[in-house]
């Protein structure tokens, strides 16, 4: 039996579900892990993840199809990047088989969280792995834990599509040579600050610039970017401190081979956005925000509209979104059925 949620106003917030997956990694190996019920952890106070930050995580979907089935989208791709974040960290991997099927376990015993076809709801999925036990100086944990936790979540946009304008930040989320290309907590407590100072100015986000020269477009708040050129090419920034998005390289892939178009990763300075007829964000929490405007210092400036979303940015979405849910088909491979 489905929940009794609100499916069609679900907001992005923790709601504590039935069950997670937890596995503990001591002596050199993963333990074999189980669902349990209790959302609460119990660790050493010397545990390196709170410390040092010896921690990361990644974020994905499962959806409900029109025929009831349940789709999970490229978690394969997460396995990989997470196994990259472990590796930056001298942390333990996880195999991609042990991450996909912990994902499918999860999702299937949390079920009745998932919202109904055309409501929009998805159900967000959070695996994390961390440094745990006891330790005092800067070092590698001796031990880990490995958990998977879900939330439903509501549509990003309640009543379709709406463009957001970001403003361009000062600080940097990421070093030049440092870990702005995994995904760890670190990245994320150091763009708390300036992703308040933009909201505070009225603005969605902070655009991120590369860290070395503060010329080039880096990251959209926690989303890759991309622009459609007026002779319409897909380019998204290129930099060894960005985030790989799989929302994006999704993108990439669907702008040329569905819809003809030059995609590339390439540099995109800051000031040369009229090159752009449209602009867009884009990560798996929205698929796609379209930008309306970028505040630059005293320049602002507004790529396709701040009320209307460009056709370019709507069909990307309309496919990507359709795949996700099974309405179109998908490339091999991206789809995993929860059965
Ligand atoms: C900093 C950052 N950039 C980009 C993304 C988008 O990545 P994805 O499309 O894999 O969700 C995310 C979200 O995971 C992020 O946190």
Redesign the pocket.
């Known amino acids: 039996m489905m929940k009794d949620l609100d499916w069609n106003n679900l907001g992005f917030s923790y709601i504590k579900t039935d069950y997670r997956y937890i596995a503990y990694w001591k002596n050199g190996e993963w333990q074999k892990g189980e669902l349990v019920t209790d959302n609460v952890l119990h660790i050493s106070e010397g545990s390196t993840a709170l410390h040092y930050g010896q921690q990361c995580f990644?974020?994905?979907k499962a959806y409900r199809c029109k025929d009831g089935s349940i789709n999970l989208f490229r978690p394969d791709?997460?396995a990989k990047?997470m196994q990259r974040s472990c590796q930056r960290l001298l942390m333990p991997e996880v195999s991609v088989e042990m991450f996909i099927d912990v994902c499918k376990q999860v999702v299937k015993a949390n079920e009745e969280w998932i919202g109904p076809y055309g409501s929009g709801a998805t159900l967000y999925l959070r695996p994390f792995l961390i440094g745990v036990g006891d330790n005092i100086g800067v070092n590698v944990a001796p031990e880990y834990i490995f958990s998977i936790f879900v939330c439903p979540v509501g549509a990003y946009f309640k009543g379709g599509l709406k463009p957001t304008n970001f403003m361009v930040s000062n600080y940097d989320?990421a070093a030049p040579h440092g870990t702005g290309a995994a995904?760890v907590g670190g990245?994320?407590a150091a763009?708390l600050y300036p992703g308040k100072k933009a909201k505070i100015q009225g603005y969605a986000d902070c655009i991120y610039l590369d860290p070395t020269t503060h010329t080039k477009i880096e990251?959209v708040?926690?989303?890759?970017f991309f622009g459609i050129t007026r002779d319409n090419k897909f380019i998204t920034p290129i930099s060894p401190s960005?985030?790989?998005?799989?929302?994006?390289y999704s993108l990439l892939y669907l702008a040329k081979e569905r819809f003809g178009m030059e995609a590339i990763e390439g540099d995109i300075y800051i000031n040369q956005l009229d090159q752009f007829s449209e602009a867009g964000a884009?990560?798996?929490?929205a698929v796609i925000t379209p930008i309306g405007g970028i505040l630059n210092g005293d320049d602002f400036h507004v790529f396709y509209s701040e009320t209307e979303v460009g056709p370019v940015t709507r069909k990307l979405y309309e496919e990507l979104v359709g795949i996700q849910f099974g309405d179109k088909p998908a490339p091999e491979g991206w789809i995993v059925k929860v059965e």
Request: hydrophobic content about 20%.
């Open positions: 990644e974020g994905l791709e997460n990047r989320r995904k990245n994320y763009s990251e708040g926690s989303a890759n960005i985030l790989p998005s799989i929302t994006k884009c990560g798996t929490a």
